[in-house]
DNA sequence: GTCTATAGTGCGATAGAC
DNA sequence: GTCTATCGCACTATAGAC
């Protein structure tokens, strides 16, 4: 698979997302309109991903978001309750639609070794197409609060378990020789994280994303040789 | 070497680091007698770092500041000018001390091998020494204004740089093995932030440095055999 | 050299008109 | 459902007493 296949058979994902966020959070969105709401907290989202992936969460405001969204102070906060929350719902919700759809496409290959590349591929896809959701997931979780802190967390090691158990098997059916499969596991998903994180650096260099699957593939393939 | 072979070695290296902007920045700092200020420099810089690197340096504020630091706010503003100068004054003055122990240690060696092996090392028990400042560089640099930002960018390319050479070196010897030298330099680099960065999964799973080392170095040799 | 007090600004959040 | 106006608070920065 390349970047293209994958692209294409993606829908509106922000407004997935944001359609979700609708139906899960009804209490505290006052505008009861699904179309209206939905299309609002697509440009609402949008804007808030972009501010913060930019100058940080914290450093955003509210007056920020009016004048990137066109909307008013008061309309605002007919879509969210605090500033806070805007934060706990993108890292949900986000975290919540990305492993979905890292899991769906694990899922449909059957051998070890295409896991472990649709899991490289899927990821560096996702992280192209939603870079901002992912930045912030890396930049703002040490600053949320415990409870949110903590589900933070459980993402983090759950991608990190994807790995594992790829690794498990890999070393159970021969096919790979992994002396420390923690250790393996933890040093490829910054592997991965550089992608979105440097982007800057990938952009200047004209290195496309999936020459950088392919180069990571055939670095951690080499690297787990017998 | 070994971290606790490292450790012993360095002297107190916030003293230096403070001792140097004392020098440097003579003019912004109204206090004359060098121990007094040394002293208080070292006193705010370690607050600073530490209340940035649990909160972000944006949602710091300069009364948290006061209170980790014992001093009021007016004796606050007789060692720096703005707080966006603080921000400024420890990425330049911390890049450039981390600059310059990595190059020391680097030529201290003569084979290859053994630079690239040193490389990785210090790198990593420099930031188990000194882990807010790393931390700091990381997530602030994208908050700066554009000026300092391009000082940051050029941090990192020149961190990059010095594994680039290790591996064109390596090549040359025909001792490695590396079709993309500027991306494997690329993907060492994340694999060594990630010590810093999820510090307390290692933590959590009892993982020292010296393991985290031993393991990268094994790791990232194998990827780079004929 | 350090303190307290305060000026001036911009923040998150809300009430009430339309 | 969206707007404007405004409240109360916390912020950075400074002036002047000690």
Redesign the pocket.
Known sequence: MKFSDFKKHQSDYVEDICRNIFREYSQSI????EE??VR?LVNIYNAALKLSSEKGF?A???????RET????????????????LLNIIQEQGQKFIAGIMIEYINAVDTVVEKLRIAIRIHLYLSEIMPQWYIFFFMEARHMVKAEQKKAIASELATEQIFIDILEMGRQQKLFAVDNIILTASVIKPMLQDWYLKRWKYTRRQISVDEYADFLIQFIEKALRR
Chains 1, 2 share one sequence.
């Open positions: 006052k505008i009861k309109k209206l709401a609002n914290a955003m405001s509210l007056r920020d978001l009016c066109g909307l008013s102070m008061g309309a605002l906060y007919s879509y969210f309750s605090t500033k806070e929350d």
